[in-house]
């Protein structure tokens, strides 16, 4: 994906006492967005790509020197939270979560490394703890810059927000994907619950196809009803979307919630690419 820049005309340095920021970060590259907290409305969106980028400490250098030349970060927001995109996660049902086990409950589906802090976001629509890992050095920058950050793994708001957009909806089965561009996560929702969630990693796309059709098996979904809402980095040109559409019946491209707001210079971006950081600051 290239890089994006779109910035309301109205937006100003000078009130962000009064804006949001959403921040998401991944070894593909570094977004954020900025909503007013007064109108509403989203005002400013950021991508920056990373051309080969394989380490986090490479990552870090990269974070920094953005950080060193774009202004817009460097001011003090009503409130900051980031997300962070890894494969590095495990889902704990909430009735058998004692914080004092967190590291068992992560380590028993996760190798141990060394210099990373492990947290957790409480997904009260799906009864369950999100169990995940940030590198230390990059929760020590990002507490540097923002003293009121929350830290959040990308599947928690995925998940939240797919329960409660189909909250009071009835229907058989749905299937979420949300593309990282080297992985996926995907989860399946029936009668208002949590029915499936895991993550991908994938080199082409006949990885990415594989994976997607083997829950449709395991979960025996009927390619031909089940509709599929796609997230991320992928469009219709993409050899992704092509080699899945040549199974699967229903395939939509994810539009946004309609309690989005977002400035009309927002228009120019495929509106299912940042749904995930877009409503972050809507996640608990």
Do not use: W
């Not at 394989?54 to 009503?78: A, P, R, V």
């Not at 900051?80 to 004692?98: D, G, N």
């Amino acid at each position: 994906m290239d890089n994006v820049n779109v910035i309301d005309p109205n937006f100003s340095i000078n009130n962000t006492f009064r804006y949001h920021i959403s921040l998401q970060l991944m070894l593909k590259g570094f977004s954020f967005c900025i909503i007013d907290t007064i109108s509403h409305k989203y005002i400013a969106l950021k991508h920056y790509k990373f051309e080969r980028i394989s380490s986090y400490s490479s990552c870090l250098k990269k974070i920094q020197e953005i950080f060193n030349n774009d202004e817009l970060l460097n001011n003090n927001f009503k409130s900051v939270k980031l997300i962070f995109a890894s494969q590095r996660e495990t889902l704990v049902p909430l009735p058998l979560f004692k914080n004092k086990n967190i590291k068992e409950y992560f380590y028993f589906n996760q190798s141990e490394e060394k210099n990373e802090t492990i947290l957790n976001n409480n997904l009260k629509n799906s009864d369950a703890v999100n169990v995940f890992s940030i590198p230390t050095k990059f929760i020590d920058f990002f507490k540097e810059k923002f003293d009121n950050i929350t830290f959040y793994h990308q599947s928690s708001p995925f998940i939240e927000n797919a329960l409660i957009e189909n909250k009071n909806q009835k229907f058989e089965h749905k299937v979420y994907v949300y593309n990282y561009e080297s992985f996926f996560d995907i989860i399946v929702i029936t009668q208002q619950k949590l029915l499936f969630y895991n993550s991908f990693k994938y080199q082409n796309e006949n990885d990415f196809v594989y994976y997607l059709m083997n829950v449709f098996e395991q979960l025996k979904l009927n390619t031909s009803q089940t509709p599929v809402f796609l997230m991320g980095y992928i469009n219709k040109t993409s050899a992704c979307y092509n080699s899945i559409n040549k199974f699967i019946t229903n395939i939509y491209f994810k539009k946004a919630n309609s309690s989005l707001n977002c400035s009309y210079v927002f228009n120019q971006l495929p509106e299912h690419y940042f749904l995930n950081m877009l409503n972050l600051y809507q996640c608990e």
